[in-house]
Nanobody
Framework: QVQVVESGGGLAQAGGSLRLSCAASGRTFNIYAMGWFRQVPGKEREFVAA????????IHADSVKGRFTISRNIAENMGYLQMNNLKPEDTAVYYCAASPRGFGGAPQVYDYWGQGTQVTVSS
């Protein structure tokens, strides 16, 4: 089992920045990829970004490309989502997730999910 816990959410103004962190614990040697997703009430969970744990290769959703950057620190079992030039439409609960076997934007690839952290961007 892998446990992931998000932190770093909060309130930001449009054009501002926030950095989300994801602390992984447990059988972290099983992590193949880490992803970030977001969800607003009444909508499906949306893929934001993912990183291959060993190689560091990344993908980002078109909606955040050029503004958000995913990264990881293997030695500290930490994942990060740097969010710059935030927009009101980025307001959502952000979830960190870990996958033991796959990589990409499909939520079903990820077995382990955090509780989420709220990000609110004011205009």
């Amino acid at each position: 089992q892998v446990q992931v816990v998000e932190s770093g959410g909060g309130l930001a103004q449009a054009g501002g920045s926030l950095r989300l962190s994801c602390a992984a614990s447990g059988r972290t040697f099983n992590i193949y990829a880490m992803g970030w997703f977001r969800q607003v009430p009444g909508k499906e969970r949306e893929f934001v970004a993912a990183v291959r744990w060993s190689s560091g290769g990344t993908i980002h959703a078109d909606s955040v490309k050029g503004r958000f950057t995913i990264s990881r620190n293997i030695a500290e079992n930490m994942g990060y989502l740097q969010m710059n030039n935030l927009k009101p439409e980025d307001t959502a609960v952000y979830y960190c997730a870990a996958s033991p076997r796959g990589f990409g934007g499909a939520p079903q690839v990820y077995d382990y999910w955090g509780q989420g952290t709220q990000v609110t961007v004011s205009s």
